[in-house]
């Protein structure tokens, strides 16, 4: 059967026209599971497999699901220290496939999502990954943007005013029941907005369950999902990380971040911000405001997917259970700003 939002013969028709050596057998594909924005397929094509990722369903946001964006920063970030998939294609004509799309390889390793798969690892080994993790994230914005052609990604200046507001426009965009507090974290965050250093590429959703990671070695094979990378400060993908990993971390079994954090025998939020301040040889300032903003951040997000499957505009398992998510993260969000 094939998965919903791929229609294989429109992407057979387009790979014998512009890269024929990608269709060389009968095409099939499954929906990798997991994804709560964009969409991620795995394609066969005779002994090929190769990735290939689409906006979701229906609702889309303005430029939240840029594909030539991902394209572009694997593209750039191929010859760095920084693992990332190869990029193969991109097709920017939303005719297609509906949406526009683009393939990269497929690259080895797991993806680790969840306490069932977690548990199991020794404490040595679970450090291990968490501190993989943050070494490939200092490494990341250690990477001068000019030296990989990416000077022009994004206007750093002003980056973290225009994320708050960018947010509370996504939100207006999915607002569709009262969601107490959150105007009030906006509010509190857009009068406390600090100072930025040097611009540095920014991810804009890293976490454990973005990457790759090689089961033998615990090494990071891949850094995946980049649909939210432009230039702006890289204290708040420290600050977003903390979210997943404290704030949604001490909730175990939710859908966004299932529990993996030092609750479950992984370093805690210090120890990774110490391992990135020696990796990277910066200090590292209080990150209250930048976590408060990844709270934000991602209850917007999850109220978009949240209003997406209210409309049957979902793809895949647990958009059921987003929308809950939002309360706790607001909340967090103010608790964060109090400390």
Known sequence: MTPAGLDLTALAGYLAAHRPELATGQLSATLVPGGRSNLTYIVHSGDLAYVLRRPPLGHVLATAHDMSR???????????????????????????????????????????????QTDGLTGERRAGLAYAMIDTLADLHAVDPDAVGLADFGHPDGYLARQVRRWAQQLDRSRSRALPGIDELRDRLAAAVPGSGPARIVHGDYRLDNL???????????????????????????????????????AGGNPVADGLGPQAGFPDGAALIARYAARSGTAIPNLSWYTALGCYKLAVICEGIHYRYTLGLTVGDGFDRLGAMVAPLVAGGLTTLED
């Open 70 to 116: 991902e394209y572009r920063v694997i593209s750039a970030l191929a010859d760095t220290a920084v693992p990332v998939p190869r990029a193969l294609l991109l097709c920017p004509d939303a005719d297609v496939l509906g949406a526009p799309f683009y393939l990269m390889s497929r690259v080895p390793g797991m993806v680790y999502r969840s306490r069932a």
């Open 212 to 250: 790759l990671v090689d089961p033998g070695t615990g090494a990071v094979t891949a850094v995946l999902d980049w649909e939210m990378a432009t230039l702006g400060d890289p204290l708040a993908d420290l600050g977003l990380l903390l979210t997943y990993w404290e704030v949604l971390g001490a």
